[in-house]
């Protein structure tokens, strides 16, 4: 087959077809990043590791922050949130925005439209637009209301005993990501991504009636957008999904990431049951396998993954979460090889 | 009659009614059901049948928060009839999130269980160093230390604070539960934790089964 460029190559894969081979992207804790390639830019990095898509993240890149105490790293997110970050440079909320019904009433949204927020997208389009999938991501709904807004505690009482709270704090949000969005797309995005969990390891955060009343309209509202656009769009949550699986596929993603092995999914399954529907994006364990793993074991886990879910197409092979700080470099490096050495279509893996 | 009262003082916990909960028990008191009776046959079953519904995947997150809260407003309430001497707290729990972590809602919603089922819980909050974990333990007289990190990038952290216990000698004055997202039971055992609860139910059940038996 004809070489493709790395965006043809996601494009083709999102639309559950057989690229030339398959394509590779994920997220990169900068710790991880220097150990491969010292004093690169993450541009600088993307290419050095010749990465089909490169991921502009809404938290880092988009979102406004006002520094309240530097000595204890917290910061103000621009819903109005108080976030601390920890050594490992997450940052968490640890006061929220909104604690009575005045505080809403009053509240004003954060400006979609200011142009400050897509400085690093439009540099990133300019530098690999045509070469590589360029990728916006935003943070799902679900994800901003309970964690900025409200607080976990309040956000899930309230699905309970006010649900009017909930639905009016998630459209504030939801008007904010479609505008987001709308602006990617237009500057030159060309795939969202949309992060935030609706599963932990052994449950979902709230019931498949809850996730269909609360969480998956807001993503269905996302897709709309993306669809008219032109832009196919991935939905990523970790933890154990089975039970809204077909609520996620229901809403018309094009892709779902991670498939969480830790959590007891299998892409082997995930594959026989909705590969039809929708392109697979993961798993290669970074829990385990990236971590504590040799290149053996994680090569032999690539191969595993391209057995189980790459045939016919629909899959690009993307760690189960990240490359976070705890991934081991060399492992990724072995990753990203074995990738490039078995993932060529038609796949032979013996 | 008191079985049923009782029985719909359970009832009104499960369904996280919390109105309910507080208007039952004011019935109950009218009755003349002892305080302690109410607690222990009422409120008790209440909480453990929404433990229950929730490791079975009937109930989530909000359905545990809504029953948790009507269950510690529930227990507000009865306090000032409870005789203090005839009710003895199950056992002492100290809880933390580990250094590097600041997630707190796992750890919250154990407290709540932990309590709601009788333990006396002191919460050292989150972001917590191994060194503050050992001053906790030396100063207190807790039964068990729970641990809790939400973060693959956190989880060594765990290791690192049962190894600084066990450095400071004290290892050996208390039991250990770990617990978190990334957390599994292979993993408990390979850094020598006494027990891992997959969720605040389990983390009630395990609790109780590390508690040396009464004769």
Known sequence: ?350 | MVEDVLGNLSVAVVEGDTAQTIATIDVALKEGIQPNDILTMGLFPGIRKVGELFNAGEYYLPELIVSGKTMQAAVNHLNPFIDKKSSQKVGKYVIGTVTGDVHDIGKNIVIMMLRSNGWEVTDLGVDIAPEQFCEAVKAGDFDILGLSALLTTTMHVLDETIKALEDAKLRDRIKIMIGGAPVTQKYADKIGADAYGRDAWEAVTKAEALLPRKS
């Open chain 1, 1 to 350: 087959m004809t070489k493709l460029s790395g965006v043809e190559r996601m494009l083709k894969a999102l639309s559950r077809q057989e690229p030339d081979r398959v394509p590779h992207f994920d997220v990169h804790n900068k710790k991880v990043r220097e150990a491969i390639l010292p004093d690169a830019s993450y541009e600088e990095f993307v290419e050095h590791m010749d990465l089909d898509g490169i991921m502009v993240l809404d938290k880092v890149n988009a979102w406004s922050y006002e520094v309240v105490d530097e000595s204890k790293n917290i910061k103000r997110d621009q819903w109005g949130a108080l976030v601390r970050y920890t050594a490992e440079d997450l940052g968490v909320p640890i006061q929220f925005a909104i604690h009575s019904q005045r505080d809403l009433d009053g509240y004003s949204m954060p400006d979609p439209d200011d142009p400050k927020r897509y400085k690093w997208l439009q540099e990133v389009v300019k530098r690999f637009k045509g070469e590589r999938a360029i990728m916006a991501h935003a943070t799902d709904v679900f994800d901003i209301a309970k964690e900025s807004f409200l607080g976990d505690e309040a956000y899930f009482e309230a699905i309970v005993n006010n649900p009017e709270l909930v639905d009016h704090v998630n459209k504030i949000v939801l008007d904010y990501n479609l505008r987001y969005l709308k602006n990617c797309i237009e500057i030159g995005a060309d795939i969202v991504l949309i992060s935030g969990d609706y599963a932990m390891t052994h449950s979902l955060f709230v019931s498949p009636k809850h996730t269909a009343r609360f969480l998956t309209p807001s993503l269905a509202r996302m897709v709309e957008l993306a669809h008219s656009l032109n832009v196919p769009i991935i939905k990523h949550t970790d933890g154990n999904i089975w039970k809204i699986f077909d609520l996620i596929v229901d809403t018309g993603v094009d892709g779902i990431h991670p498939i969480d092995p830790m959590a007891g999914m299998d892409i082997g399954e995930a594959k026989q049951k909705y590969g039809q529907k929708i392109c697979l994006c993961g798993n290669i364990n970074c829990g385990e396998t990236l971590c504590w793993g040799t290149v053996d074991q994680v090569r032999k886990e690539v191969k595993e993954c391209f057995r189980k879910a790459a045939h016919g197409g629909g899959y690009i092979c993307v760690s189960s979460n990240s490359i976070h700080s705890g991934v081991k470099p060399e492992n990724y490096v072995a990753m990203v090889k074995a990738i490039r050495d078995y993932g060529n279509y038609p796949i032979q893996l013996d």
